[in-house]
């Protein structure tokens, strides 16, 4: 096994060896778990450690956390334990445990088990396999549903027939799983995930967990093949049974890919894109804001994140047009954009063909957006200007000149504010 963890960051090998010496001082057998385990077996990159003890996970994490010197978030209510570390890796630990479903589609009522049992209760044989990490050399796979045989063969199989009736969020992480590593849902399996879908179980699941799941299909690398492939399974109605999946779909995906390729590439800088979010607001293109808007509340979605998606629909009518006329002075192009997120200029860019547009927007991302004023109204003061409209008159002018090019810094704004105020 150690030769998987060659591939792993310097930072996790020490963590998974400062856990075998922490398990060996507690006499709580630690192992890595879940789809840690099953990335490192297939050689995928992965930032997160999954590890789970037979004992307490959070006893456990205290231990390893004072170790390794990391920051430790403790969820007692689930009695969990997150170490987080520097790089955007982390560690979660938890406590091996049995569940119960009261109900279909219900969360599970959950207490401790065996390792065996915490393997029992998970999604797919793939992912249901542990790698003991005591300190002797033997670190062996534990693996009691095949999953390795199922990792090589390229199989989704669930572990049990009533799994997606249980936890029906299954049926759309199998989606996921075997478009992301191109694998073949079991025949049975498949059987069983259509069987959930026709007795309407997607539709029983808490909306917010159903968020969850889409937010990670949106995240996938080629988020349409996904929506495609749910939509054939008719897994979207969760979403809206109005919800029209077509080549239009398609393309406004294909669009938005390449929008989202272009400012990354350009603007590696700026702040990470929530491109989740600008795929979710095309995949509700077909239905009107009044349906999105009870979408996104059954959904939960923040308030910020459904004010960017509105500011879209507004800017289709209001921004558009007037920026898609011939020689739009830069000040206009600047107060337009500058209030919206980069997600709805995003959006904008990519469901609008016009060419005067896309140079507007193009001049905006490199010369205009973030532009700020060196000077204050401490400046206007000095020069005896009375706080009121005329402050805003002569701030409008410079920063109209600042967008323009004709002043760059402190010292040729205030000449300018000098030349305003005494109208020379
Ligand atoms: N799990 C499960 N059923 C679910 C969600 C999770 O059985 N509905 C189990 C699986 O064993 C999974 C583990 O919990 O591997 C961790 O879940 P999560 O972090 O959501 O998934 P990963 O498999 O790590 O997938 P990803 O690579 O997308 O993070």
């Given amino acids: 096994m150690d030769k998987y963890f060659k591939k792993l960051p310097q930072e996790l090998r020490e963590i998974i060896r400062q856990a075998c010496w922490v398990s060996q001082k507690t006499r709580m057998p630690a192992y890595l778990v879940g789809g840690c385990l099953r990335d490192l077996i297939l050689g ?65 009522e959950v207490k401790p088990g065996s390792l065996k049992e915490d393997l029992k209760r998970r999604d797919f044989t793939i992912n249901a396999m542990a790698l003991s990490l005591a300190a002797d050399k033997s670190k062996k796979i534990i693996d009691p549903f095949g999953g390795q045989n199922d990792l090589v063969s390229g199989r989704i199989r669930v572990l049990h027939d009533l799994s997606f009736k249980d936890d029906p969020t299954r049926i759309l992480r199998a989606v996921r799983f075997s478009q992301r590593f191109g694998f073949k849902i079991e025949p049975k399996t498949l059987l069983l995930l259509k069987e959930a879908i026709a007795d309407g179980l997607l539709n029983k699941v808490n909306p917010h967990r159903m968020r969850d799941e889409l937010i990670l299909i949106l995240k996938e690398q080629h988020p349409f093949r996904l929506i495609k492939a749910l939509n054939h399974l ?13 080549r239009a779909t398609r393309g406004l995906f294909l669009s938005v890919a390449k929008e989202i390729a272009w400012f990354i590439k350009n603007f590696p800088a700026r702040r990470q894109l929530d491109s989740w979010l600008i795929y979710f607001t095309v995949l509700l293109e077909s239905l009107t804001l009044p349906q999105i808007k ?26 558009i047009p007037v920026l898609s006329k011939k020689q739009v002075a830069p000040e206009k192009i600047f107060s337009l954009l500058e209030p919206l997120s980069y997600e709805t200029i995003i959006l904008l860019s990519a469901t609008s063909q016009n060419k005067n547009f896309k140079k507007y927007l193009k001049d905006f991302f490199e010369i ?8 204050s109204g401490h400046d206007l003061g000095g020069l005896g200007v009375l706080p009121g409209p005329e402050y805003q008159k002569i701030f409008a002018k410079v920063l109209a000149a600042k967008l323009n090019g004709q002043v760059r810094n402190r010292q040729t704004e205030l000449a300018l504010i000098k030349r305003l105020v005494y109208k020379t």
């Avoid at 170490?83 to 955007?88: A, F, G, K």
């Avoid at 205009?368 to 000077?375: E, H, P, S, T």
């Fill in 368 to 375: 205009y957006n973030g532009m700020r004023l060196c000077i």
């Fill in 234 to 246: 008719g897994a979207l109605s969760f979403i809206s049974a109005q919800l029209k999946i077509d």
């Fill in 44 to 108: 995928v990159k992965n930032l997160d450690l999954d590890i789970t003890i037979e004992g307490s996970g959070i006893i456990f994490s205290r231990h390893l956390a004072q170790k390794i010197r990391s920051k430790l978030i403790i969820h007692e209510r689930f009695g969990t334990a997150t170490l987080i570390l520097s790089n955007n890796l982390k560690v979660d630990i938890a406590t091996t445990r049995q569940e119960r479903y009261p109900h279909f589609a219900a969360l599970p």
């Fill in 294 to 319: 009870i979408i996104v509340n059954r959904l939960g979605l923040r308030k910020g994140e459904e004010k960017r998606m509105i500011s879209y629909y507004q800017g289709r009518r209001k921004i």
